[in-house]
């Protein structure tokens, strides 16, 4: 297995740094031959269009445009592109000459002693001015691949752009979800404090009548106040998610808790996903992307490597003037000039580039297996993502059942212990299962709603590579 992904990998470094094709015969033994579809599955690829409208929710939309926007990792992510772009036109540079201007005046005097037989000294003084030119040809295609290497580094940081803008829109609509899901928490236990109260009062009528003990009333009791204690920690994670969501757009949370302090339910979580099949998960994932044009530029590390094994061209050149006197430096007697082609080839230089070449090709290899991981993590994450979305719908469908159930049975405890015909305890217990059932289907609501984003991160957002890529 191991043999196959190397030998892909080889395949990849020898294309050029453009995307290259996927050929099935080795992806069939690192990512399964199609995925297993449910009902609330298509085969369809997914929209290109962002992902997160899906859920119907314009505050969310606002938050993720500020995101893009603001988001220091984005912004960084940005800069590296533009790193990158001067770093091809830094290697592009080199197939053109270097140009110099120079201008200066000379004094100098020579001894007239330094040989057996003794001379008068000369002094030399003039002006000079010129142009100085040198020229490194590509004979062997160094240049070449240096502007392979920068062009495919440069794609990888728009492949890093894509990704990091899937994770930070999913990022942001996650911590939304769970800002939502903690309200509909805090929303659920004041509803049935409101509820425990009034259950309080008729423990407290029924034992002032007579027809119930003290047991009731502090059973009843107990239940209220322990349901009213857990709505400041309530109240405390919502604050704390509210600072989260700040962070991932950029802003401050005085500036956006005013948006986001009114309770408003999860957004819809049910939904028909796309999820395609696998080679075209391959051709959304950012990270497979970015992942490929690194093999790319690691394999045209390896050429450079080789290269420098070979000779090097270069002409060296200027043309001027110089003369004595200033009025007579532009006399066509002043004119200087001078040519001098260099072939330079290094003999020997203590296996420096022995070592460079290893280097690179264990960078390569570095480079071919973090593809293959790429890969299999991105299966690994799909199959994750689809299998824990899928239970979860299935978990709130059984959920909803049982909470129908617990408020029969709240209300039905409630009618025979108002006749009498049953003890507080069956109360006490109806009680405090409807609660936590409750509580119980809206995380889990939440929970599937952070399940879809993370299947639609999965499968590599909304974002179209060969849009993002120019």
């Given at each position: 297995?191991?043999?196959?992904?190397t030998?892909?990998?080889i395949?990849?470094?020898?294309?050029?740094a453009t995307?290259?094709?996927?050929?099935?015969?080795?992806?069939r033994?690192?990512?399964?031959?199609?995925?297993?579809?449910?009902?609330?599955?298509?085969?369809t690829l997914p929209s290109?269009?962002n992902?997160?409208k899906?859920?119907?929710d314009p505050?969310?939309?606002s938050?993720?445009?500020?995101?893009?926007d603001?988001?220091?990792?984005?912004?960084?992510?940005?800069?590296?592109?533009?790193?990158?772009?001067?770093?091809?036109?830094n290697?592009?540079?080199a197939?053109?000459?270097?140009?110099?201007i120079?201008?200066?005046?000379?004094?100098?005097?020579?001894?007239?002693?330094?040989t057996?037989?003794?001379?008068?000294?000369?002094?030399?003084?003039?002006?000079?001015?010129?142009?100085?030119?040198?020229?490194?040809?590509?004979l062997?295609?160094?240049?070449t691949?240096?502007?392979?290497?920068?062009?495919a580094?440069?794609?990888?940081?728009?492949a890093?752009?894509?990704?990091?803008?899937?994770?930070?829109?999913?990022?942001?609509a996650?911590?939304?979800?769970?800002?939502?899901?903690?309200?509909t928490?805090l929303?659920?236990?004041?509803?049935?404090?409101e509820?425990?109260?009034?259950?309080?009062?008729?423990?407290?009528?029924?034992?002032?009548?007579?027809l119930?003990?003290?047991?009731?009333v502090?059973q009843?009791a107990?239940?209220?106040?322990?349901?009213?204690?857990?709505?400041?920690e309530?109240?405390?994670?919502?604050?704390?998610s509210?600072?989260?969501?700040?962070?991932?757009?950029?802003?401050?949370p005085?500036?956006?808790?005013s948006?986001?302090?009114?309770?408003?339910p999860?957004?819809?979580?049910?939904q028909?996903?796309?999820?395609?099949?696998?080679?075209d998960?391959?051709?959304?994932?950012?990270?497979?992307v970015?992942a490929?044009?690194?093999?790319?530029?690691?394999?045209?590390?390896?050429?450079?490597?080789?290269?420098?094994f070979?000779?090097?061209?270069?002409?060296?050149?200027?043309?001027?003037?110089?003369?004595?006197?200033?009025?007579?430096?532009?006399?066509?007697?002043?004119?200087?000039?001078?040519?001098?082609?260099k072939?330079?080839?290094?003999i020997?230089d203590?296996?420096?580039?022995?070592?460079?070449l290893?280097t690179?090709?264990?960078?390569?290899?570095?480079?071919?297996?973090?593809?293959?991981?790429?890969?299999m993590?991105?299966?690994q994450?799909?199959?994750?993502a689809?299998?824990?979305?899928?239970y979860?719908?299935?978990?709130?469908?059984?959920?909803?059942?049982?909470?129908?159930q617990?408020k029969?049975?709240?209300?039905?405890?409630?009618?025979?212990?108002?006749?009498?015909?049953?003890?507080?305890?069956?109360?006490?217990?109806?009680?405090?299962?409807?609660?936590?059932?409750?509580?119980?289907?809206?995380?889990?609501?939440?929970?599937a709603?952070?399940a879809?984003i993370?299947?639609?991160?999965a499968?590599?957002?909304?974002?179209?590579?060969?849009?993002?890529?120019?």
């Amino acid at each position: 297995m191991r043999g196959i992904y190397t030998l892909f990998g080889i395949m990849l470094c020898a294309a050029s740094a453009t995307q290259a094709t996927v050929p099935d015969r080795y992806l069939r033994d690192s990512i399964p031959s199609q995925w297993n579809y449910d009902a609330q599955y298509t085969q369809t690829l997914p929209s290109e269009d962002n992902w997160w409208k899906s859920l119907s929710d314009p505050l969310l939309d606002s938050l993720i445009s500020h995101g893009i926007d603001n988001n220091f990792n984005i912004t960084i992510a940005a800069r590296r592109i533009n790193i990158a772009r001067q770093t091809i036109r830094n290697a592009k540079a080199a197939y053109y000459p270097t140009l110099g201007i120079s201008a200066g005046w000379i004094s100098s005097r020579n001894s007239g002693n330094t040989t057996s037989t003794s001379m008068p000294h000369t002094d030399l003084n003039y002006f000079s001015t010129g142009i100085d030119m040198a020229w490194q040809i590509d004979l062997f295609g160094k240049i070449t691949s240096k502007v392979k290497q920068g062009k495919a580094q440069w794609l990888a940081t728009q492949a890093e752009y894509a990704a990091t803008m899937v994770s930070i829109c999913g990022d942001i609509a996650s911590a939304y979800i769970r800002l939502r899901t903690l309200q509909t928490e805090l929303a659920v236990a004041q509803q049935h404090l409101e509820s425990q109260r009034k259950v309080l009062k008729i423990a407290e009528a029924r034992h002032e009548a007579g027809l119930a003990s003290k047991l009731d009333v502090a059973q009843a009791a107990t239940i209220y106040y322990s349901t009213e204690a857990s709505i400041p920690e309530l109240e405390s994670s919502i604050k704390t998610s509210i600072n989260a969501i700040s962070i991932l757009i950029g802003e401050y949370p005085e500036t956006i808790t005013s948006k986001l302090v009114p309770i408003k339910p999860i957004p819809e979580y049910r939904q028909i996903v796309g999820i395609g099949i696998p080679l075209d998960l391959l051709r959304r994932r950012p990270d497979i992307v970015q992942a490929e044009y690194s093999l790319a530029a690691a394999a045209a590390a390896v050429g450079i490597a080789k290269k420098d094994f070979l000779p090097t061209l270069t002409i060296e050149g200027s043309i001027g003037v110089a003369s004595h006197s200033i009025d007579k430096i532009f006399d066509s007697n002043s004119f200087t000039y001078s040519i001098a082609p260099k072939l330079s080839w290094t003999i020997f230089d203590g296996m420096a580039r022995n070592a460079s070449l290893v280097t690179a090709r264990e960078n390569m290899q570095v480079a071919i297996d973090q593809y293959n991981l790429a890969l299999m993590t991105a299966v690994q994450e799909v199959d994750n993502a689809m299998v824990s979305y899928k239970y979860l719908l299935r978990s709130i469908d059984y959920l909803q059942n049982v909470v129908a159930q617990a408020k029969e049975a709240f209300d039905l405890s409630i009618d025979l212990y108002k006749q009498g015909l049953t003890d507080f305890t069956d109360v006490a217990d109806a009680q405090i299962s409807y609660l936590q059932y409750s509580d119980q289907l809206a995380v889990e609501k939440g929970n599937a709603a952070v399940a879809l984003i993370k299947l639609y991160e999965a499968l590599g957002g909304g974002w179209n590579i060969s849009e993002l890529i120019k």
